[in-house]
């Protein structure tokens, strides 16, 4: 059960912002909000994750609802290297194990 | 350091063959975890470790079997091969799941037929 939902699928023009949300409404505490993405045949790649506040780095950024429940991957401007699929995994913080939950994830296009 | 390297690419194997899945890190990660992806599918976890000499099942566990003997390698045993285990094969490792910090690193994958 990876217990967050997201779109199947999203189109995005090249050069633009990119918003994938995500919606985790059974979200406890300890939760944080990981996301990765897989390029065409390769393996996942981390991307970034947050518990509450909203969190930036060189390759994103992730917006957190206020109430938790849902949360936004913000690709400030897409481009063609962007195109793969984008995974929303809750994350247990208390875990010893580490073990990730993967969803079927966001396809995004990106078009030229 | 090469990350996490996985061999082979590829392979097709009969049914009721076995085979072993190879996966090795160079980065002293303690944690190390089985994925495999079916076409259009989110990754499922198979087995991980948390370090040498301690494994433990995933969400798909039946079919496969491992070990880890080194901290570096963590290798995936087929032994009579099923066509429902056609599927791309992920390794992947990570430091010490401290939530603020978390992140595990993937291997290129190896994609597996069996018919």
């Known amino acids: 059960d990876a217990k967050t939902t997201q779109p199947n699928s999203m189109e995005s023009n090249e050069e633009e912002p990119v918003h994938l949300p995500c919606n985790h409404s059974t979200i406890s505490g300890t939760d944080y909000i990981h996301w990765y993405r897989q390029l065409p045949s390769q393996g996942p790649e981390y991307v970034i994750h947050?518990?509450?506040s909203n969190v930036n780095n060189r390759m994103a950024s992730l917006a957190i609802a206020e109430d938790r429940k849902s949360s936004t991957l913000i690709l400030h401007r897409a481009t063609l290297r962007d195109a793969a699929v984008y995974y929303c995994?809750?994350?247990?913080?208390?875990?010893?194990?580490?073990?990730?939950?993967f969803g079927q994830g966001t396809t995004l296009q990106v078009k030229p | 350091n090469a990350g996490v390297t996985q061999t082979p690419k590829f392979r097709i194997l009969k049914i009721g063959q076995s085979m072993t899945l190879q996966c090795a890190q160079d980065m002293n990660h303690n944690y190390m975890y089985w994925y495999r992806q079916d076409p259009g599918m989110g990754l499922k976890l198979i087995y991980y470790s948390v370090g040498a000499g301690i494994t433990d099942k995933g969400e798909v566990p039946n079919g496969y079997n491992v070990s880890r003997s080194t901290t570096e390698d963590f290798p995936l045993r087929l032994e009579l091969a099923a066509p429902s285990q056609t599927s791309v094969y992920f390794c992947?490792?990570?430091?010490?799941?401290?939530?603020?910090?978390?992140?595990?690193?993937f291997g290129p994958g190896t994609r597996l037929t069996v018919t």
């Open positions: 992947a490792s990570s430091y010490l799941p401290l939530a603020g910090t978390y992140e595990q690193y």
């Open positions: 947050g518990l509450t």
């Open positions: 995994i809750r994350y247990d913080g208390s875990s010893n194990t580490g073990k990730l939950i």
